[in-house]
């Protein structure tokens, strides 16, 4: 039986086909302001700066859809007037039409002019330059982790961005290696990371939008492990976050005295959205005790603005051990959004020996005379002075480690401490477990290289993890 066209019959199967396809989108669309469905969507931004570029890209939809629909109307008027017909004659040459040729001219100038124009005035408002009292932060991009310095504020912190809302944040961009790409997809972005140059960029997160914490990614290819480079940005309010950046710049310390004095009797703590304010009181006598190193009560000279004894005598000196003691000053855990909390499983083959205890005040003496000391800074431990890895000032007060590839937790803490890139292809952090193999120089890992035991690496991570 020979083949029978029916050119309606496709024509309708075609739009019905297409007008499915356009309700599915339609409902996938749906919901995409909603952060726990779509987290990481750029069609609900939260500051000024998404939002000009969310606004721009409505335009260019908009325009984009009039200019289809117009010219498929055309095509199909066409092909439906001037399909070939039985017995027609042929249709007639026809070598220009001075109308038709204006017109095709004038209407995509006239639509590239109204392109043209919100682009460049977008262009030019976001890449302006911010204020100068907007909070400067200095982002740096290593291979594979991101570096945040607050230089108004002395802080300097590593994977986890602190904003406060209605507050201009001004970002200056540098790369330490090879080109990254910062960007928050919530709030705006993205902008490069370009040697040897300093990029710009800036927005003010929105008052509606405190207390969120978003994703953050380096979406530059960058080496072996560019999906790892991750972080996250927290929005708090202006008071929190003056306490987070006070905190912060305060030194960290472990003093197994002071830890082990007993605290004396006080009143419940008054309650912050931030957790517990600051202790008042011996707390505050074994905070101070702490940044110099000594016991409370003994007899150390007194520092400037002290009484003797080791008690604050100063408001500078109460101020430095209301800091160091406001542990509660970071975002809280409970309102952490599970989109923020890694997920990651560790290498099935890296194992660490179960039931160990770790001693802070041994893993700081190992911490302190080993090789962690040529890597990492940590303000208040005068050994610690690396710039090479990420700054461990305060580091037991973050949710996330090596890159925000894992959660700051013993278990994982330890297993990185122990052949770290094993867990993160590439990283600088060498493989420091005794016995372990080193996935990138293939050598085993001995005494004699400065390897650690189990009970070595369960000590520092109980030190770390006590320096809030």
């Known amino acids: 039986m020979p083949f029978v066209s029916r050119p309606r019959r496709r024509a309708a199967a075609a739009l019905m086909g297409a007008a499915g396809v356009a309700v599915a989108l339609g409902l996938a669309a749906c919901g995409v302001g909603d952060p726990r469905t779509y987290p990481n969507t750029t069609f609900a931004p939260h500051t000024e700066f998404g939002r000009d570029i969310d606004d721009l890209w409505n335009l260019l939809l908009y325009l984009g859809t009039a200019v289809f629909i117009f010219v498929e109307t055309l095509l199909v008027i066409t092909i439906v007037r001037f399909r070939h017909r039985p017995g027609a004659p042929r249709p007639k040459h026809v070598h220009g039409n001075t109308t038709l040729e204006i017109l095709w ?72 290696d090879v080109l990254h790409s910062f960007w928050v997809p919530e709030l705006g972005g993205k902008r490069d990371l370009i040697s040897n140059h300093v990029n710009y960029l800036w927005w003010t997160p929105a008052d509606s939008v405190a207390e969120t914490a978003w994703n953050g990614t380096c979406n530059e290819y960058c080496g072996a492990s560019h999906a790892n480079m991750r972080f996250r940005a927290f929005v708090v309010s202006p008071a929190e976050f003056e306490r987070w950046a006070r905190h912060q710049a305060a030194p960290a310390f472990f003093n197994a005295s002071a830890a082990a004095a ?3 009797p006080a009143a419940p703590p008054a309650r912050t959205s931030f957790g517990p304010a600051p202790a008042a009181g011996p707390a505050l006598v074994r905070a101070v005790a702490n940044v110099r190193g000594a016991q409370p009560g003994k007899g150390t000279a007194p520092a400037p603005g002290e009484s003797p004894g080791g008690s604050p005598g100063g408001p500078e000196a109460m101020q430095v051990a209301a800091a160091v003691a406001d542990t509660g000053a970071v975002f809280p855990r409970d309102r952490l959004p599970s989109y923020v909390i890694p997920a990651v499983p560790t290498p099935a083959q890296l194992k660490f020996t179960p039931g160990l205890v770790g001693d802070p005040a041994r893993g700081q003496k190992i911490f302190s ?90 000590d520092i991570v109980a030190y770390l993890q006590a320096l809030k």
């Open 105 to 176: 001219t004038v209407i995509p100038a006239v639509v590239l002019t109204i392109i043209a124009v919100p682009t460049v005035r977008t262009i030019f408002r976001t890449q302006a330059r911010a204020e100068p009292n907007a909070l400067q932060v200095e982002v740096y991009g290593h291979q594979w982790w991101w570096e945040f310095r607050y230089p108004q504020y002395g802080v300097t912190t590593a994977s986890e961005l602190y904003m406060p809302t209605g507050r201009k944040v001004n970002f200056a961009l540098r790369t330490a």
């Open 369 to 458: 005379g080993g090789l962690c000391i040529g890597c990492h800074t940590i303000k208040g431990n005068p050994m610690a002075a690396g710039v090479i890895g990420p700054n461990l000032t305060h580091v037991g007060s973050r949710y996330t480690i090596a890159g925000s590839l894992y959660k700051n937790d013993t278990d994982h803490l330890r297993l990185w401490i122990k052949n770290a890139r094993l867990m993160k292809p590439g990283v600088t952090m060498p493989t420091l477990g005794m016995g372990q193999v080193d996935p990138q120089t293939g050598a085993t890992v001995t005494a004699a290289t400065g390897g650690l035991t189990d009970q070595q690496i369960a």
């Open 262 to 264: 007993p605290a004396a």
